[in-house]
């Protein structure tokens, strides 16, 4: 399977993200092995994955001048890398415990999440029905599981690509109800996601503004019985 060529507009030529550390199971420049052991017991695929080699990490710096938009397309393009890198992988053996990971150093950390909030949205509807979960974190997100426990806090924040566990995922998108649907009977047929679409980042983004979730409904407004005339 092809990686989709996403154009020169969807990772700007100014360089919003600095490689730090390419694909790698071990980064250097920080330290993994405390963080998934403190998480693990949140996820059973967790350590498996780490054990059988199918974890990876690939390391982006923000760059001191760099804009939100530029960010946001940057942190895109990786995220359509990883998604592609996994896809042929999950049917082999073991594939359901692949899992790639794009880790955001640098700039004001409380911004991170914003930054990756709006490329998290478009990757999981692009990939969503084809199997693929994509999740946001970070840094010192806090947290609970869905038996109530605290899951520790991420040390530095990241964008986790994976492949998807039907029986499972999908109560994490309860806000989206339809895309819960896709996944849970999704089926990678080579598909190319972006069939119909712009590669270009700002035209992803537009497209994606009509997916947002819809708001819940209001409850009506109890109105008081009429006064009784005498």
Same mark, same amino acid.
């Given at each position: 399977?092809?990686?989709?060529?996403?154009?020169?507009?969807?990772?700007?030529?100014?360089?919003?993200?600095?490689?730090?550390?390419?694909?790698?199971?071990?980064?250097?420049? #920080?330290?993994?092995?405390?963080?998934?052991?403190?998480?693990?017991?949140?996820?059973?695929?967790?350590?498996?994955?780490?054990?059988r080699?199918?974890?990876?990490?690939?390391?982006?710096?923000?760059?001191?001048?760099?804009?939100?938009?530029?960010?946001?397309?940057?942190?895109?393009?990786?995220?359509?890398?990883?998604?592609?890198?996994?896809?042929?992988?999950?049917?082999?053996?073991?594939?359901?415990?692949?899992?790639?990971?794009?880790?955001?150093?640098?700039?004001?950390?409380?911004?991170?999440?914003?930054?990756?909030?709006?490329?998290?949205?478009?990757?999981?509807?692009?990939?969503?029905? #084809?199997?693929?979960?994509?999740?946001?974190?970070?840094?010192?997100?806090?947290?609970?599981?869905?038996?109530?426990?605290?899951?520790?806090?991420?040390?530095?924040?990241?964008?986790a690509?994976?492949c998807?566990?039907p029986?499972?995922?999908?109560?994490?998108?309860?806000?989206?109800?339809?895309?819960?649907?896709?996944?849970?009977?999704?089926?990678?047929?080579?598909?190319? #996601?972006?069939?119909?679409?712009?590669?270009?980042?700002?035209?992803?983004?537009?497209?994606a503004?009509?997916?947002?979730?819809?708001?819940?409904?209001?409850?009506?407004?109890?109105?008081?019985?009429?006064?009784?005339?005498?």
């Amino acid at each position: 399977m092809n990686t989709p060529d996403i154009g020169g507009a969807s990772r700007p030529s100014a360089g919003a993200l600095r490689l730090v550390e390419g694909r790698t199971s071990e980064p250097r420049t #920080v330290d993994i092995s405390d963080y998934l052991r403190a998480v693990a017991a949140h996820c059973p695929f967790l350590m498996p994955s780490v054990a059988r080699g199918q974890m990876g990490w690939t390391l982006y710096e923000i760059a001191t001048d760099a804009q939100a938009d530029d960010v946001e397309a940057e942190v895109f393009h990786a995220g359509v890398q990883a998604a592609e890198w996994i896809r042929p992988l999950t049917t082999r053996p073991h594939g359901p415990l692949v899992c790639e990971n794009i880790v955001l150093l640098g700039g004001d950390t409380t911004a991170h999440r914003a930054l990756l909030a709006w490329p998290h949205w478009v990757l999981k509807h692009l990939y969503g029905p #084809v199997g693929l979960m994509f999740g946001k974190f970070w840094t010192d997100e806090e947290g609970t599981d869905r038996r109530g426990r605290r899951i520790p806090a991420p040390p530095f924040s990241f964008l986790a690509a994976r492949c998807a566990i039907p029986p499972v995922d999908p109560r994490f998108l309860t806000d989206t109800p339809d895309l819960a649907q896709s996944l849970s009977t999704a089926v990678d047929d080579g598909r190319n #996601v972006f069939q119909g679409l712009p590669y270009e980042w700002k035209a992803v983004k537009q497209w994606a503004s009509s997916l947002l979730s819809p708001q819940r409904p209001v409850p009506p407004v109890k109105r008081s019985a009429a006064p009784r005339s005498s």
